[in-house]
């Protein structure tokens, strides 16, 4: 693969809601570093697209946040999976894995002659 590309349109929101399940509680640096180590460094995270995105996600009672503070002992505010959101990731999750399958027919299907 060649350098780092964005987070695909319509991804960001899967990915913050399954790290967040993985990971528990994340600040947005923690959760942009996790997804672009997670994806082997191959995506870069646009934060101007990022907290806009967890806004979204919190108005939509898929997360709620809190104030903390962070390892490097700064004011940060962490975000946390609600049980909405968690049922948001299974659904989310089962229609990106049928859209996978399909797209994999498409690209596996041999050529008509």
């Given at each position: 693969m060649g350098g780092k590309t964005d987070v695909w349109q319509g991804t960001l929101a899967l990915m913050v809601l399954r790290?967040?399940?993985?990971?528990?509680?994340?600040?947005?640096?923690?959760?942009?570093?996790?997804?672009?180590?997670?994806?082997?460094?191959?995506?870069?995270?646009?934060?101007?697209?990022?907290?806009?995105?967890?806004?979204?996600?919190?108005?939509?009672?898929?997360?709620?946040?809190?104030?903390?503070?962070?390892?490097?002992?700064?004011?940060?505010?962490?975000y946390e999976l609600t049980k909405a959101g968690l049922r948001q990731l299974r659904k989310a999750a089962a229609e990106w894995e049928l859209t996978t399958e399909i797209l994999e027919r498409f690209l596996k299907a041999a050529p008509q002659s």
């Open positions: 790290t967040l399940e993985t990971m528990g509680p994340q600040h947005g640096y923690g959760l942009a570093r996790r997804i672009e180590q997670t994806s082997g460094d191959a995506l870069e995270l646009n934060y101007g697209t990022l907290y806009p995105a967890l806004l979204k996600l919190e108005q939509e009672g898929y997360i709620r946040s809190r104030w903390g503070t962070s390892e490097n002992k700064r004011k940060a505010k962490f």
